[in-house]
Each structure stands twice: as C-alpha cells, then as structure tokens.
C-alpha cells in the first residue's frame, strides 16, 4: 500500500510535468489556474460538488499533500501493529 502510494503519487506529479511546461512552481500554479478556470466554467447545476472542490484539487502544494498522505498511511499501520 505504501509502495502504491508513493509510485501512485509520482506518477500524477510527473504525468503533469508536460503541461506546466517546466518544473518550477510558477508553472504549476500557472496550470492550477488554468484547471480552476475550467471548473469555474462547468454547468453547477451538473456538478456543484466538483466545482465546489476545485480549489482543493487544483492547487496542489506537493509536499504538503505528499507528506499528509504519508502520515495518514503511517498513523494508520501503526493502529493495526500489535500492542505489547
């Protein structure tokens, strides 16, 4: 699961590299807006719950969001070890 995560986090990060156009972080903002743009332009009537959450989902700060993915997958293995 951990492994997934990882390889699974990777691979968003990396399939999006083509179109920020380079790997600074003003491309990648550059890119959300462009994502919230299209959003903001759904009908809301059709997808309200997607436009709502479109802040969350295209302003991503990586680190942030890899790094709280990762504790909760630790949190939570570490409720299933056995007590001593």
């Known amino acids: 699961m951990l492994k997934n995560y990882?390889?699974?986090f990777v691979a968003e990060e990396t399939r999006l590299h083509p179109f920020a156009g380079d790997e600074d972080r003003a491309s990648?903002?550059?890119?959300?807006e462009q994502y919230s743009r299209f959003f903001r332009q759904l009908p809301e009537e059709h997808f309200p719950h997607t436009i709502r959450l479109a802040l969350h989902i295209t302003n991503t700060d990586?680190?942030?969001e890899f790094s709280f993915g990762l504790s909760v997958l630790i949190e939570?293995?570490?409720t299933k070890l056995p007590q001593e």
Do not use: D, I
């Open 6 to 8: 990882v390889l699974g």
């Open 28 to 32: 990648f903002k550059a890119l959300g």
């Open 62 to 64: 990586w680190e942030k």
């Open 76 to 78: 939570g293995f570490s």
